[in-house]
């Protein structure tokens, strides 16, 4: 444990599950999923 908030995101679109922290979160719902582009908000995160 790293003791750093992670949270699953799940695509979506392509249904692709990903770990990701609080820096990545905030990526994936500026730019969407990175795996195949699909808008993220905040709900999915
Ligand atoms: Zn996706």
């Not at 609080?22 to 195949?36: H, K, Q, S, W």
Request: proline share 4%.
């Amino acid at each position: 444990m790293t003791g750093r908030s992670t949270h699953t995101f799940v695509c979506p679109e392509c249904r692709r599950s990903i770990e990701v922290d609080d820096a990545m979160r905030a990526t994936l719902l500026e730019t969407g999923c990175v795996v195949c582009g699909a808008p993220v908000t905040s709900s999915h995160v």
